[in-house]
């Protein structure tokens, strides 16, 4: 996957814990092609609109889905 703009990336993210429940920094940063200090900032944006919850020291992390496709939350 080539590099995306910020709010693609975000929006691949949502995708990404939609699909597995988890992903790790060093994944996404792997798979995005860029820095894991990206990531964390990506991440970090996510967690303060309420769309990722951290559950270990910012390596994985789990979604609260339903707020972001429609479904109140």
Do not use: Y
């Amino acid at each position: 996957m080539g590099k995306l703009i910020a709010a693609e990336r975000h929006k691949e993210i949502i995708r990404l814990l939609n699909s597995n429940g988890s992903v790790k920094i060093s994944q996404l940063a792997k798979q995005f092609q860029v820095s894991r200090e990206t990531i964390r900032r990506d991440l970090l944006h996510l967690n303060e609109i309420g769309a990722v919850k951290k559950v270990t020291a910012a390596q994985l992390l789990s979604m609260n889905c339903s707020r972001f496709h429609g479904n109140p939350g």
